[in-house]
């Protein structure tokens, strides 16, 4: 018996150790891409980026693996002294190693710190930073034209941009309330702890938090770009993009909220022989009803903001005007909608933060 | 007569350690139990085991003959119903009233949907009131579990654990969080639940002194392993170091 665990400490091992490798092959192919483009950079040309020739940066796929070997043989490398500290299958495999040096004066330490020297530097050159340009004579003179503008908004124009302030808050309205049943829903199955029993139950939460991953991870911006296309432009794309969305964020800070109650109540409820539904509805609920007013309220919030900004790709609302303003220059009527926006933002800001408090 | 058989029981954790080894013990009906041992000796991994909250390795665990480790996921709630369990920390639900708290001991004989709309029949909740008169707390019926003191959110467990009728009541160590004047008032009550509603207890207990005092008979745990099985009153010094280690000194609870 003992043997099928001593099996599954090696494998757990093995896959740790593959991790690592993983994260390993990663930093040395990013130390030999640095290196590359300091190269290119030091040849003078203005942007480097532009100079990178794809060849050359798939030769440094191989390249990395070589480099990796070597490293991996003479030196303990920074991904396996992170999953030294963090897996407990490989912690106090290396004990002695790990712990006789402090992590910063380690190779790993050292190495991690060259790479960040390293990314600052690639950082500054690939953003332009530049102090001319900041405090450039023309460039401050035109600011400050804007600057005055902004402050004289026209206010002429206070009707329609209510109006249309009106479209944004309702659209992040609908968007959240129609995101939330479904993310409700959709969080227990995205919760690990609830979700552990059965091999179908883990690939259920497996697939439920992938597809939180990937609708969250593509921005409400391209979201909107999408159904534009879809349903055409106007306040209903806006809609679909922001509760698409919100359903991925609300899913997964409701699951990590599931994951992180109390397991007590949860076995007492087992334990008198519920059934799963009965043990989420008289042991979970209870626990999240609260967390999940204030997260839903604080989304709205979120919303709101978001929806402004959309509106820049055709999901109307203010953000649409805004557009039509400051392509046409007249910078008075973009203040008007400046100070309406900040207003309105404002404004929920301080509701929602009440709110919370209240329900905490 | 047996009520619960527990034979060659094994449980081993995902990282390996051998948490239970080899135990087996029966436990007669009308009998109050207890299990003793230091912590992570075993004895929550046990209580734990025989209602399948956690997933036995190896062994025979039964219930009145009938199997629960072969027990599927119905059979499985139907064993769970007839066992009670409570708590160190009382488990209770906090925004639940103390009512409502007493009645989810109904849970695993009702219907989903019943159960959440929270119908419950009026037998049900003579009976719930009943049983909240018996652990002396028929006052707080209707305030909410987590205004109370902790030694009243044990004895609502206990009442919750009574509601399933149960013919076997696990509690793993109920009074380990209680001040001493508080843990024997709670004891009393499941001597209580015990003497007079004739309820078989297996109870998790630290102290010895609360061991000779409320149990009929005691087992004892040490790294996992089943060391001694016999009557309370007959634990000596020698025994004693046996399952606590040469170092320990017993610490009495008055």
């Known amino acids: ?360 | 007569m047996t009520i619960l058989s527990v034979r060659n029981l094994n449980k081993y954790y995902d990282d390996g350690v051998h948490a239970l080894k080899d135990v087996s013990f029966e436990v007669k009906k009308g009998e109050f139990l207890g299990v003793i041992g230091l912590s992570g000796s075993g004895k929550s991994t046990l209580l734990r085991c025989i209602n399948r909250l956690i997933e036995p390795t190896e062994g025979e665990i039964s219930l009145n003959g009938q199997s629960i480790t072969d027990a599927d996921k119905t059979e499985l709630r139907v064993h769970r119903s007839k066992m009670g369990m409570i708590f160190q920390h009382f488990n209770l639900i906090n925004r639940k009233t103390v009512l409502e708290n007493i009645l989810l001991g109904k849970l695993g004989s009702m219907g989903t949907l019943s159960a959440i709309l929270g119908k419950y029949s009026a037998q049900d909740k003579k009976r719930a009131l009943e049983l909240l008169d018996i652990v002396g707390l028929a006052d707080k019926a209707q305030k909410r579990a987590d205004e109370l003191s902790g030694g009243q959110k044990q004895r609502v467990a206990i009442a919750r654990s009574l509601m399933q009728n149960p013919e076997i009541l696990l509690a793993d160590e109920p009074v380990a969080s209680l001040d001493p004047a508080t843990s024997h008032s709670v004891m009393k009550y499941l001597e209580k639940a015990n003497k007079d509603l004739g309820t078989t207890i297996l109870c998790n207990l630290h102290f010895l002194s609360l061991v000779r005092e409320y149990t009929d008979r005691v087992i004892a745990l040490r790294k996992g392993e089943l060391v001694y099985e016999g009557s309370s009153q007959s634990i000596d010094k020698e025994w004693f170091s046996k399952i606590y280690g040469d170092q320990a000194k017993e610490v009495e609870i008055r």
């Open chain 1, 1 to 360: 018996m003992s043997s099928v665990y001593k099996n599954k400490a090696l494998r757990e091992r093995k896959k740790a150790l593959t991790a690592a490798w993983i994260i390993d092959y990663f930093l040395c192919y990013y130390f030999l891409f640095s290196a590359y483009f300091l190269i290119i950079m030091f040849q003078g040309y203005d942007d480097p980026a532009e100079e990178l020739q794809v060849k050359t940066l798939i030769w440094l796929f191989p390249a990395a693996i070589v480099m990796n070997l070597i490293v991996s043989k003479f030196f303990s490398t920074p991904g396996k002294a992170l999953l030294e500290r963090t897996n407990k299958f490989l912690k106090g495999f290396n004990k002695e190693k790990t712990e006789s040096r402090s992590f910063l004066k380690s190779f790993s330490g050292v190495s991690i710190l060259i790479l960040i020297a390293l990314t600052f530097i690639i950082g500054f050159k690939v953003t332009n930073v530049s102090l001319y340009a900041l405090f450039n004579k023309d460039g401050l003179r035109g600011a400050s034209r804007i600057v005055n503008a902004l402050a004289n908004p026209n206010l002429n124009i206070l009707g329609e941009v209510l109006k249309q302030m009106l479209v944004t808050i309702y659209t992040a309205f609908i968007a959240t309330a129609f995101a939330i049943p479904i993310a409700f829903l959709a969080s227990f199955l995205g919760a690990r702890n609830l979700m552990k029993d059965s091999l179908t139950s883990k690939i259920t939460y497996n697939v439920v938090r992938f597809i939180f991953n990937v609708i969250r991870s593509v921005e409400p911006l391209i979201w909107a770009i999408i159904f534009s296309i879809w349903v055409t432009i106007g306040p209903f794309c806006g809609t679909l993009a922001l509760m698409l969305h919100s359903v991925a964020s609300l899913g997964k800070l409701y699951s990590e909220q599931i994951e992180n109650i109390d397991d007590g109540p949860l076995e007492a409820i087992q334990a008198t022989g519920a059934n799963k539904i009965q043990v989420i509805w008289n042991a979970v609920v209870p626990q999240i009803v609260l967390p999940y007013l204030s997260f839903t309220i604080y989304r709205w919030d979120i919303n709101v903001r978001m929806a402004t900004v959309i509106g820049l790709v055709g999901a109307g609302g203010i953000g649409k005007l805004l557009l039509q303003y400051q392509g046409q220059g007249q910078w008075n009527e973009v203040g008007t909608i400046a100070i309406v926006i900040a207003i309105v933002v404002w404004a929920m800001d301080f509701l929602s933060a009440r709110i919370r408090e209240a329900l905490s």
